[in-house]
């Protein structure tokens, strides 16, 4: 063995001693213990090690952070063809996971116990795929994390993918997609044109189901948006020069919209957004506006 190679052994060397025993790592220790040089390298790289692992237990995660992150991949959802059956079934899965309290501990512990880095590239050491262990562990669990619930372990697809996206997903995908610089699919003003290519592209509709505040207002155009693979459509309209407001629209059977008003809805307050969700005719929508959710009422 030579120095080189004890370097890229030791990297792996777990502080609690558990890789004393092993024969390549004892003989990296003795090299250590005898070469200055290696010496010195491998208590800065202990030291490092016991940095980095203080500063993550120190870490407090966001709150929010959970729901964000499948916002995220929900408004992404928009970017993929609308028949990518497995991408729809992993953020379905995804939705429906509730960390444990416990392990964000027990990830720090392990990460005080271990460091993985890759394979040796000449691969000629007889416990190489040790090294490895880390990662594949770590994808295991990321594995059986996502595709088990409490309760409910799943047996197929059938099994993880919710019948409706619950409201909240389709409202954070929507903030998400219009809070950044987005690009419409189609501009058009004209509702008739407007409507017949939404139909065209095989998405709801909100032709019929207008509030009369936006009856005579032009359009502008529309942009397709998928959550959690069900498929929607954000329609957007201009009330005068700088003066928008969005709407979209789902297939009521594809969102979980048991609770919503069928009448006029009460706009709320999501910072500067306001926000208004309804059903009718076998639809739901949401309306938004950057504006006082009084004024989005007075749409109503």
Known sequence: MDKEEARFILKCFRPDGADADNSDFSEALRMAAADRELGEWLSKERAKDAEFSEALSRLTLPDGLREEILAGLAAERGDYPEKDEFDGSLIGALSQVAPPRELRGEILAAMERSVPTAPEASGAR???????????????IA?????????????????????AVPISHVEEAALSRLGTKFKLDLKEDDHKRLFQAIRTRGRACPEGCLPKGLSEVPGIGCMDLNVDGKPGVIVCFRRGEGDEVHMVVFKAGDVDGAKLPGGAPAAEQRGKWA?????????????FGEMEAEQLDELF
């Open 275 to 287: 926000v208004a969700r309804w059903k009718e005719k076998g639809r739901v929508f949401l309306l």
């Open 143 to 163: 594995l059986a994390f996502v595709m088990s619930r409490p309760g409910n372990p799943p047996s197929g697809p059938s099994d993880v993918v919710s019948s």
């Open 126 to 140: 007889r416990h190489w795929w040790r090294f490895g262990v880390p990662l594949a562990a770590a994808a295991g």
